[in-house]
């Protein structure tokens, strides 16, 4: 059981590019931090074999061991780890409140950077491709495809935006919709449907990715008219069905927007003052780890400028991070 009586200067939620970066600021601008994470932590990076557009690593590196470099560094500057889901949240008053179990974490301050999960087709085998011909970002594991004939699933601004970008490394690119017409604005349709490398099967699904040792080697669809089925070889399949933000537990008391995104302003200030969110779960457009990473940095500067603004409270004590009462 948690100590009732402790309240943290800084607890971040999430440990992806975003959560592990403010922790490192966090740890080094006022000590040890407290950090929650779920059973699998480091976030989509650990589902991503290879990294080879996060600066500073010119040969690359693996998404997991990436993360683990962040997490030590973290560790170093004095982070707590806490292994927990976190079940509810309340933000009504400060210090606020965050259940993992029968445990309540209370903090001054706190770092929102529970990321977002791509949405998926459901199919069995679809994680266990992440990283061997299965991707959710074109941006993140185009260059992998050079010369070789890649799928693209969806038809929304995501879609053809992953389509067009991946027409700079294959040779062919297959867009499957379950429609007759896109669903993106008209200037990104218009860039898809004209574009000489980029094909389209309308009113399908797709019901199967083929695979051997290798990874991908094809799919399979189904005319959602007709009934019949298709195979079409390929060595790539991009997942662009959208992305759903891990914003559950904030709603009704976080302002977003349709999507589920927290919204910020003024950096990564949201509309309760001194919650801060960072990442992918208030980034719509950009979804890279290196976004994230520096949001995660502004949210941990403008959290300990909020901790240094607060108003002096004499029934408090507060060491290495922990405000205790005295006496």
Known sequence: MTNPDVIYETIILGSGPAGLTAAIYAGRSRCCPLLIHGVQPGGQLTTTTAVDNFPGFPEGIDGPDLMDNMRRQAERFGTRFVEGEVTKVDLQERPFRIWTGNDIYRCLTLIISTGASSKLLGLGNEESLYGRGVSVCATCD?????????????????????????????????????????????????????????????????????????????IRTRNLKSGEETELA?????????????????????????????????????????????????????????TAAGTGCMAAIQAERFLDNLPYDSTLSCKKGICMPKG
Not at 176 to 185: I, P
Not at 262 to 268: A, F, H, K, V, Y
């Open 234 to 290: 390929c060595d790539g399949v991009f997942i662009a069905i959208g992305h759903r933000p891990n914003t559950e537990l904030f709603l009704n008391q976080l302002e977003m927007n349709d999507d589920g995104y927290i919204l910020t302003r003024n950096g990564t200030q949201t509309n309760v003052s001194g919650v801060f969110a960072a990442g992918d779960v208030q980034d719509q457009q950009f979804r890279q780890a290196v």
């Open 142 to 218: 185009g260059f992998f495809y050079r010369d070789r004939e890649v799928v693209v699933v969806g038809g929304g601004d995501t879609a053809m935006e992953e389509a067009v970008f991946l027409t700079r490394f294959a040779n062919k690119v297959t867009v499957v919709h379950r429609r007759d017409s896109l669903r993106a604005t008209p200037v990104l349709a218009d860039r898809a449907l004209t574009h000489k490398q980029i094909n389209f099967i309308w009113n399908s699904t797709l019901t199967e990715i083929l695979e051997d040792s290798t990874g991908v080697t094809g």
